[in-house]
Protein backbone atom coordinates (compact mmCIF):
# COMPACT_ATOMS: atom_id res chain seq x y z
CA UNK A 1 0.00 0.00 0.00
CA UNK A 2 2.66 2.45 1.06
CA UNK A 3 4.85 1.62 -2.61
CA UNK A 4 1.52 2.35 -4.25
CA UNK A 5 1.21 5.82 -2.57
CA UNK A 6 4.14 7.03 -2.98
CA UNK A 7 4.12 6.15 -6.57
CA UNK A 8 0.80 8.05 -6.89
CA UNK A 9 2.90 10.88 -5.03
CA UNK A 10 5.61 11.14 -7.41
CA UNK A 11 2.65 11.19 -10.60
CA UNK A 12 1.19 13.95 -8.92
CA UNK A 13 4.04 15.92 -8.81
CA UNK A 14 5.29 14.58 -12.15
CA UNK A 15 2.37 16.05 -13.70
CA UNK A 16 2.38 19.26 -11.68
CA UNK A 17 5.82 20.17 -13.00
CA UNK A 18 4.62 19.03 -16.62
CA UNK A 19 1.44 21.93 -16.31
CA UNK A 20 4.15 24.41 -15.09
CA UNK A 21 6.12 23.42 -17.44
CA UNK A 22 3.86 23.55 -20.64
CA UNK A 23 2.56 27.58 -18.32
CA UNK A 24 6.26 28.87 -18.67
CA UNK A 25 6.58 27.49 -22.24
CA UNK A 26 3.49 29.21 -23.68
CA UNK A 27 4.29 32.67 -21.51
CA UNK A 28 7.79 32.24 -23.12
CA UNK A 29 6.34 31.82 -26.67
CA UNK A 30 3.79 34.90 -26.36
CA UNK A 31 6.15 37.08 -25.03
CA UNK A 32 8.82 36.63 -28.14
CA UNK A 33 6.33 36.72 -30.47
CA UNK A 34 4.73 39.47 -29.02
CA UNK A 35 8.32 41.76 -29.24
CA UNK A 36 8.42 40.40 -33.00
CA UNK A 37 4.96 41.77 -33.52
CA UNK A 38 6.00 45.42 -31.72
CA UNK A 39 9.25 45.27 -33.67
CA UNK A 40 7.46 45.18 -37.02
CA UNK A 41 4.46 47.33 -35.95
CA UNK A 42 2.00 44.49 -36.68
CA UNK A 43 -0.95 44.59 -33.69
CA UNK A 44 -3.03 41.43 -33.91
CA UNK A 45 -6.78 41.91 -34.63
CA UNK A 46 -9.58 42.10 -32.04
CA UNK A 47 -10.61 39.05 -31.20
CA UNK A 48 -13.23 36.86 -33.74
CA UNK A 49 -14.44 33.45 -34.02
CA UNK A 50 -14.58 34.12 -37.63
CA UNK A 51 -11.57 36.20 -38.52
CA UNK A 52 -7.96 35.43 -38.53
CA UNK A 53 -6.06 36.94 -35.89
CA UNK A 54 -3.26 39.05 -38.64
CA UNK A 55 -4.19 40.43 -41.95
CA UNK A 56 -3.64 37.71 -44.23
CA UNK A 57 -3.13 40.09 -47.34
CA UNK A 58 0.29 41.21 -45.72
CA UNK A 59 3.26 38.37 -45.84
CA UNK A 60 4.03 38.82 -42.10
CA UNK A 61 0.83 38.39 -41.01
CA UNK A 62 0.05 35.06 -43.12
CA UNK A 63 3.52 34.06 -41.58
CA UNK A 64 2.25 34.80 -38.21
CA UNK A 65 -0.98 32.60 -39.25
CA UNK A 66 0.31 29.20 -39.75
CA UNK A 67 3.25 29.71 -37.05
CA UNK A 68 0.33 29.69 -34.50
CA UNK A 69 -0.80 26.76 -36.16
CA UNK A 70 2.24 24.92 -36.05
CA UNK A 71 2.86 25.94 -32.03
CA UNK A 72 3.68 22.78 -30.51
CA UNK A 73 2.36 23.22 -27.09
CA UNK A 74 -1.08 21.86 -27.78
CA UNK A 75 -0.02 18.60 -28.27
CA UNK A 76 0.72 18.51 -24.30
CA UNK A 77 -2.68 19.38 -24.04
CA UNK A 78 -5.40 16.18 -23.40
CA UNK A 79 -8.41 16.41 -25.17
CA UNK A 80 -10.33 17.09 -21.79
CA UNK A 81 -8.16 20.72 -21.36
CA UNK A 82 -8.74 20.94 -24.57
CA UNK A 83 -12.44 20.87 -23.87
CA UNK A 84 -12.22 23.37 -21.44
CA UNK A 85 -10.95 25.61 -23.91
CA UNK A 86 -14.23 24.69 -26.37
CA UNK A 87 -16.69 25.73 -23.52
CA UNK A 88 -14.39 28.79 -23.04
CA UNK A 89 -15.10 29.66 -26.47
CA UNK A 90 -19.01 28.65 -26.58
CA UNK A 91 -19.09 30.83 -23.35
CA UNK A 92 -17.76 33.69 -25.20
CA UNK A 93 -19.92 33.02 -28.16
CA UNK A 94 -23.57 32.75 -25.93
CA UNK A 95 -22.41 36.38 -24.11
CA UNK A 96 -21.68 34.34 -20.66
CA UNK A 97 -18.70 35.15 -20.98
CA UNK A 98 -17.74 38.59 -18.83
CA UNK A 99 -13.90 38.86 -17.77
CA UNK A 100 -11.65 37.18 -20.89
CA UNK A 101 -8.95 39.50 -22.48
CA UNK A 102 -8.64 39.33 -26.43
CA UNK A 103 -5.09 37.54 -25.95
CA UNK A 104 -6.95 34.22 -23.56
CA UNK A 105 -9.88 34.31 -26.49
CA UNK A 106 -6.94 34.07 -29.36
CA UNK A 107 -5.17 30.96 -27.90
CA UNK A 108 -8.37 29.13 -26.67
CA UNK A 109 -9.23 29.44 -30.05
CA UNK A 110 -6.07 28.24 -31.69
CA UNK A 111 -5.88 25.37 -28.94
CA UNK A 112 -9.42 23.94 -30.68
CA UNK A 113 -8.41 24.56 -33.71
CA UNK A 114 -5.56 22.71 -33.42
CA UNK A 115 -7.23 19.71 -31.17
CA UNK A 116 -10.44 19.29 -32.91
CA UNK A 117 -11.62 18.66 -36.55
CA UNK A 118 -13.00 21.43 -38.47
CA UNK A 119 -15.78 19.34 -39.82
CA UNK A 120 -16.65 16.43 -37.54
CA UNK A 121 -15.79 18.62 -34.46
CA UNK A 122 -14.14 15.16 -33.13
CA UNK A 123 -10.18 15.18 -31.54
CA UNK A 124 -7.56 14.57 -34.13
CA UNK A 125 -5.30 11.95 -33.05
CA UNK A 126 -2.27 13.53 -31.53
CA UNK A 127 0.20 12.69 -33.84
CA UNK A 128 -1.63 14.28 -36.46
CA UNK A 129 -2.35 17.31 -35.29
CA UNK A 130 -0.79 20.46 -36.53
CA UNK A 131 0.99 21.52 -33.18
CA UNK A 132 2.52 17.75 -33.63
CA UNK A 133 4.06 18.60 -37.25
CA UNK A 134 7.21 19.83 -36.34
CA UNK A 135 8.10 17.53 -33.60
CA UNK A 136 7.01 14.46 -35.59
CA UNK A 137 8.89 15.35 -38.52
CA UNK A 138 12.24 16.30 -36.74
CA UNK A 139 13.46 12.75 -35.98
CA UNK A 140 12.14 11.96 -39.84
CA UNK A 141 14.19 14.57 -41.24
CA UNK A 142 17.18 13.47 -39.24
CA UNK A 143 17.14 10.14 -40.79
CA UNK A 144 16.45 11.56 -44.30
CA UNK A 145 18.62 14.47 -44.59
CA UNK A 146 21.60 14.00 -41.71
CA UNK A 147 21.88 10.81 -41.04
CA UNK A 148 24.70 8.15 -43.33
CA UNK A 149 22.97 7.75 -47.09
CA UNK A 150 23.12 4.32 -47.81
CA UNK A 151 21.30 1.49 -50.00
CA UNK A 152 18.93 0.73 -46.95
CA UNK A 153 18.51 4.34 -45.12
CA UNK A 154 17.39 6.11 -48.09
CA UNK A 155 14.54 3.95 -49.24
CA UNK A 156 13.44 3.68 -45.31
CA UNK A 157 13.00 7.34 -44.39
CA UNK A 158 11.57 8.18 -47.71
CA UNK A 159 8.92 5.22 -46.83
CA UNK A 160 8.55 6.83 -43.29
CA UNK A 161 8.39 10.38 -44.45
CA UNK A 162 5.59 9.02 -46.59
CA UNK A 163 3.68 6.83 -44.60
CA UNK A 164 3.86 10.24 -41.61
CA UNK A 165 1.90 11.93 -44.50
CA UNK A 166 -0.56 9.66 -45.70
CA UNK A 167 -1.60 9.60 -41.81
CA UNK A 168 -1.55 13.67 -41.32
CA UNK A 169 -3.47 14.16 -44.93
CA UNK A 170 -6.27 11.60 -43.89
CA UNK A 171 -7.05 12.91 -40.47
CA UNK A 172 -6.94 16.66 -41.81
CA UNK A 173 -9.16 15.82 -44.18
CA UNK A 174 -12.19 17.66 -46.05
CA UNK A 175 -15.20 16.05 -44.73
CA UNK A 176 -16.85 17.98 -47.57
CA UNK A 177 -14.30 16.82 -50.52
CA UNK A 178 -13.86 13.16 -48.96
CA UNK A 179 -11.28 10.68 -50.93
CA UNK A 180 -11.96 7.07 -50.55
CA UNK A 181 -9.81 4.50 -48.60
CA UNK A 182 -8.75 3.14 -51.80
CA UNK A 183 -7.08 6.64 -53.01
CA UNK A 184 -5.93 7.08 -50.02
CA UNK A 185 -3.96 3.23 -50.24
CA UNK A 186 -3.33 4.48 -53.97
CA UNK A 187 -1.71 8.16 -52.92
CA UNK A 188 0.04 6.44 -50.21
CA UNK A 189 1.87 3.65 -52.32
CA UNK A 190 2.64 5.95 -55.24
CA UNK A 191 3.81 8.56 -52.94
CA UNK A 192 6.17 6.17 -51.28
CA UNK A 193 7.14 4.13 -54.40
CA UNK A 194 8.07 7.49 -56.37
CA UNK A 195 9.73 9.12 -53.48
CA UNK A 196 11.67 5.57 -53.45
CA UNK A 197 12.95 5.07 -56.51
CA UNK A 198 13.63 8.63 -57.35
CA UNK A 199 15.55 9.22 -54.07
CA UNK A 200 18.08 5.93 -54.45
CA UNK A 201 18.07 6.69 -58.09
CA UNK A 202 19.27 10.10 -58.20
CA UNK A 203 21.59 9.10 -55.24
CA UNK A 204 23.34 7.25 -57.31
CA UNK A 205 23.63 9.75 -60.35
CA UNK A 206 24.66 12.30 -58.10
CA UNK A 207 27.47 10.42 -56.56
CA UNK A 208 28.82 9.41 -59.58
CA UNK A 209 28.30 12.62 -61.43
CA UNK A 210 29.06 15.43 -58.58
CA UNK A 211 30.74 13.92 -55.60
CA UNK A 212 29.43 12.00 -52.11
CA UNK A 213 29.01 15.57 -50.15
CA UNK A 214 26.09 15.94 -48.14
CA UNK A 215 24.56 19.13 -49.61
CA UNK A 216 25.35 17.78 -53.36
CA UNK A 217 23.55 14.47 -51.99
CA UNK A 218 20.72 16.68 -50.00
CA UNK A 219 19.42 17.41 -53.63
CA UNK A 220 18.00 14.03 -54.47
CA UNK A 221 15.58 13.13 -51.02
CA UNK A 222 14.67 17.27 -51.59
CA UNK A 223 13.59 16.48 -55.34
CA UNK A 224 12.07 13.09 -54.45
CA UNK A 225 9.98 14.21 -51.62
CA UNK A 226 9.44 17.38 -53.74
CA UNK A 227 7.79 14.60 -56.63
CA UNK A 228 6.28 12.11 -54.39
CA UNK A 229 4.42 15.09 -52.22
CA UNK A 230 2.82 16.11 -55.79
CA UNK A 231 1.97 13.33 -56.95
CA UNK A 232 0.05 12.83 -53.08
CA UNK A 233 -1.58 16.23 -53.96
CA UNK A 234 -2.38 15.28 -57.14
CA UNK A 235 -4.25 12.13 -56.16
CA UNK A 236 -5.67 13.79 -53.23
CA UNK A 237 -6.81 16.94 -54.46
CA UNK A 238 -7.34 15.72 -58.42
CA UNK A 239 -11.40 15.50 -57.84
CA UNK A 240 -11.34 19.11 -57.68
CA UNK A 241 -10.63 20.05 -60.92
CA UNK A 242 -13.50 18.24 -62.52
CA UNK A 243 -16.35 18.95 -59.90
CA UNK A 244 -14.74 22.51 -58.64
CA UNK A 245 -14.47 24.05 -55.41
CA UNK A 246 -16.17 26.35 -52.84
CA UNK A 247 -16.83 30.20 -53.74
CA UNK A 248 -18.01 31.89 -51.14
CA UNK A 249 -18.66 35.83 -51.32
CA UNK A 250 -17.35 38.64 -49.15
CA UNK A 251 -19.95 37.48 -46.25
CA UNK A 252 -19.23 33.83 -46.08
CA UNK A 253 -22.45 33.13 -48.36
CA UNK A 254 -21.95 29.76 -51.06
CA UNK A 255 -22.29 31.39 -54.36
CA UNK A 256 -21.28 27.92 -56.24
CA UNK A 257 -18.31 25.27 -57.21
CA UNK A 258 -15.74 26.90 -59.55
CA UNK A 259 -13.04 24.85 -61.94
CA UNK A 260 -11.44 27.82 -62.17
CA UNK A 261 -10.92 28.09 -58.60
CA UNK A 262 -10.04 24.48 -58.46
CA UNK A 263 -7.53 25.33 -61.00
CA UNK A 264 -5.73 28.25 -59.28
CA UNK A 265 -5.92 27.41 -55.83
CA UNK A 266 -4.12 23.93 -56.71
CA UNK A 267 -1.52 25.59 -58.89
CA UNK A 268 -0.48 27.91 -55.85
CA UNK A 269 -0.48 25.11 -53.41
CA UNK A 270 1.68 22.90 -55.92
CA UNK A 271 4.00 25.61 -56.28
CA UNK A 272 4.93 25.85 -52.46
CA UNK A 273 4.84 22.18 -52.08
CA UNK A 274 7.06 21.29 -54.91
CA UNK A 275 9.39 24.93 -54.21
CA UNK A 276 9.79 24.48 -50.21
CA UNK A 277 11.28 21.07 -50.10
CA UNK A 278 14.69 22.54 -50.92
CA UNK A 279 14.82 25.36 -48.88
CA UNK A 280 13.58 22.91 -46.47
CA UNK A 281 16.13 20.58 -47.19
CA UNK A 282 18.90 22.35 -48.02
CA UNK A 283 18.36 24.35 -44.54
CA UNK A 284 19.44 22.23 -41.76
CA UNK A 285 22.45 20.96 -44.11
CA UNK A 286 24.32 24.47 -44.40
CA UNK A 287 23.55 25.18 -40.76
CA UNK A 288 25.35 21.80 -39.59
CA UNK A 289 27.55 22.28 -42.37
CA UNK A 290 28.48 26.17 -40.64
CA UNK A 291 28.36 24.76 -37.33
CA UNK A 292 31.18 22.00 -38.29
CA UNK A 293 33.41 25.18 -39.56
CA UNK A 294 32.97 27.15 -36.92
CA UNK A 295 33.14 24.24 -34.26
CA UNK A 296 30.28 23.89 -32.95
CA UNK A 297 29.17 20.90 -34.44
CA UNK A 298 29.70 17.90 -31.55
CA UNK A 299 31.33 14.93 -33.09
CA UNK A 300 28.38 12.42 -31.09
CA UNK A 301 26.49 12.23 -28.08
CA UNK A 302 23.34 14.49 -26.58
CA UNK A 303 25.46 17.47 -27.87
CA UNK A 304 25.11 16.26 -31.79
CA UNK A 305 21.51 15.21 -31.78
CA UNK A 306 21.04 19.17 -29.59
CA UNK A 307 22.65 20.62 -32.53
CA UNK A 308 20.58 18.30 -35.25
CA UNK A 309 17.47 19.15 -33.71
CA UNK A 310 18.14 22.99 -33.18
CA UNK A 311 18.86 22.99 -36.96
CA UNK A 312 15.48 21.64 -37.59
CA UNK A 313 13.24 23.34 -35.36
CA UNK A 314 14.68 26.79 -37.15
CA UNK A 315 13.70 25.14 -40.20
CA UNK A 316 10.22 24.16 -39.31
CA UNK A 317 9.28 27.04 -37.62
CA UNK A 318 10.52 29.97 -39.64
CA UNK A 319 11.66 27.90 -42.95
CA UNK A 320 8.71 25.70 -43.62
CA UNK A 321 6.00 28.83 -42.31
CA UNK A 322 7.78 31.45 -44.56
CA UNK A 323 7.30 29.24 -47.53
CA UNK A 324 3.61 28.20 -46.66
CA UNK A 325 2.57 31.97 -46.38
CA UNK A 326 4.28 32.59 -50.29
CA UNK A 327 0.08 32.68 -50.72
CA UNK A 328 -2.75 34.17 -49.18
CA UNK A 329 -4.46 30.66 -47.73
CA UNK A 330 -7.96 32.45 -48.71
CA UNK A 331 -7.90 33.23 -52.43
CA UNK A 332 -9.61 36.81 -53.48
CA UNK A 333 -10.61 37.07 -56.72
CA UNK A 334 -12.54 39.68 -59.51
CA UNK A 335 -13.53 37.45 -61.59
CA UNK A 336 -14.62 33.02 -62.28
CA UNK A 337 -16.78 31.40 -64.65
CA UNK A 338 -20.07 33.17 -65.91
CA UNK A 339 -22.15 30.97 -63.92
CA UNK A 340 -20.90 32.49 -60.79
CA UNK A 341 -22.21 36.07 -59.47
CA UNK A 342 -21.04 37.53 -56.68
CA UNK A 343 -22.27 41.32 -55.03
CA UNK A 344 -18.38 41.83 -54.68
CA UNK A 345 -15.65 39.43 -54.97
CA UNK A 346 -15.26 35.82 -55.51
CA UNK A 347 -13.86 34.23 -51.99
CA UNK A 348 -12.19 30.26 -51.77
CA UNK A 349 -9.73 28.34 -49.51
CA UNK A 350 -6.72 27.21 -51.37
CA UNK A 351 -6.33 24.42 -49.25
CA UNK A 352 -2.49 22.80 -48.13
Avoid at 134 to 144: E, L, R, Y
Wanted: overall charge positive.
Amino acid sequence: MIPILILAKKLEFFKDNCHRTINHAIITIQFNMNHLDNFFGVKPRPFSLTETKFDQTTFYGRWRYFMDLVNPIPIFYSVAKATEYKTFLEQYKSGQLTKASDEELWYARQVVQSTFHPDTGEPINRLFRFSAFGPANVPIMIGMLLSKKTAFSIPFWQAVNQTYNVGFNYSNRNINSPFTMGQLAFSYVLATSSSVVISTYLDKLITKRGGTSMMIRTLGPATAVAIAGCFNLMVIRGRELWDGIKVYDKDGNFLGMSKQAAYDGLSKTFAIRFGMQYPCCFWPVIMVGGMRKMGLYPAAGVGKIGAEVFALCITFYFVLTSCFASYPQMIESDMLEPHLVSPNKFYYNRGL
